[in-house]
């Protein structure tokens, strides 16, 4: 579907509700097409597979969390 600039401006719901039922709408700027109005897709990601997680599990600093975010905190005032 397409849909100007104006269209989305005063007809934002509507747009919302064909995007919802999967449909994807451009959006026209003059004539030409400006952007693209998709169904959001939510992604699960496990946060263990991800390469930073755990990176500070043996760092000195991080085995007291309060004394260290305190110590650092202490230096702003």
């Known amino acids: 579907m397409k849909a ?8 934002s719901k509507e747009l919302i509700e064909t995007v919802s039922r ?3 709408v451009i959006i026209t700027f003059r004539g030409k097409p400006c952007a693209k109005l998709v169904p ?4 699960k990601q496990k946060i263990s597979h991800h390469k930073l ?3 500070w599990k043996d760092h000195d600093q991080s085995q007291n969390v309060d004394e260290y975010v305190r ?3 202490k230096e702003r005032f």
């Not at 100007?4 to 007809?11: E, I």
């Open 71 to 73: 110590n650092l905190r």
């Open 4 to 11: 100007t600039a104006k269209d989305l401006r005063f007809h």
């Open 53 to 55: 997680f755990g990176m």
């Open 40 to 43: 959001f897709e939510k992604k």
């Open 22 to 24: 999967g449909e994807e």
